[in-house]
T-cell receptor
Framework: EPEVTQTPSHQVTQMGQEVILRCVPI?????FYWYRQILGQKVEFLVSFYNNEISEKSEIFDDQFSVERPDGSNFTLKIRSTKLEDSAMYFC????????????FGQGTRLTVV | DAKTTQPNSMESNEEEPVHLPCNHSTISGTDYIHWYRQLPSQGPEYVIH???SNVNNRMASLAIAEDRKSSTLILHRATLRDAAVYYCILRDTNAGNMLTFGGGTRLMVKP
């Protein structure tokens, strides 16, 4: 069964460093998303991406964050200068189309900022 | 997205049916009712969705009230693997693609 894959599974970084979280969405999907979940809290939407541009973003997704689809298969989330409060599970998701459709989530990357 | 209300937690015995309720009294005509679940240490997983009619799939059934102000996710025979947080989410066909997760219901399954 096709799945969304994320690497690494766990990343530890020092405060102020840049991190790139990587995702390989399902191959025929056109819509891509990043969500995060701080330990013990709700899953929060960050950004959605379609046709090589951001289609929606939340208030959390400020200038420190960026997304890119550098080639035909990868979808990345970059955090330019990490803060302690960026520590969270980051989930990538993809869907075949927009609107009311099933989103497939990856297993997540646990980011720990020290 | 319109707001949903779910119990914080529920318990079930293994191999018994489980009915997980969700209230969405402010639902609009274009809102679909989605259910996702999150197993421990995993990403969310789609379970089922519907608009007006009851829906069945291999994972669960979704019963939607006639006035659409509430719905119930039914797991016909709970297994230990069904222990998870279950999220009821409304998605407007005319709105964006984001999912707005609430606190969900933590389902505990006892052997």
């Amino acid at each position: 069964e096709p799945e969304v894959t994320q690497t690494p599974s766990h990343q530890v970084t020092q405060m102020g460093q840049e991190v790139i979280l990587r995702c390989v969405p399902i191959s025929n999907h056109l819509y891509f998303y990043w969500y995060r979940q701080i330990l013990g809290q709700k899953v929060e939407f960050l950004v959605s991406f379609y046709n090589n541009e951001i289609s929606e973003k939340s208030e959390i997704f400020d200038d420190q964050f960026s997304v890119e689809r550098p080639d035909g298969s990868n979808f990345t989330l970059k955090i330019r200068s990490t803060k302690l409060e960026d520590s969270a599970m980051y989930f990538c998701a993809s869907s075949v189309r927009s609107g009311v459709t099933e989103a497939f989530f990856g297993q997540g990357t646990r980011l720990t900022v020290v | 997205d319109a707001k949903t209300t779910q119990p914080n937690s529920m318990e079930s015995n293994e191999e018994e049916p489980v009915h997980l309720p969700c209230n969405h009294s402010t639902i609009s005509g274009t809102d679909y009712i989605h259910w996702y679940r999150q197993l421990p240490s995993q990403g969310p997983e789609y379970v089922i969705h519907g608009l007006t009619s009851n829906v069945n799939n291999r994972m669960a059934s979704l019963a939607i009230a006639e006035d659409r102000k509430s719905s119930t996710l039914i797991l016909h025979r709970a297994t230990l693997r069904d222990a998870a947080v279950y999220y009821c989410i409304l998605r407007d066909t005319n709105a964006g693609n984001m999912l707005t997760f609430g606190g969900g219901t933590r389902l505990m399954v006892k052997p």
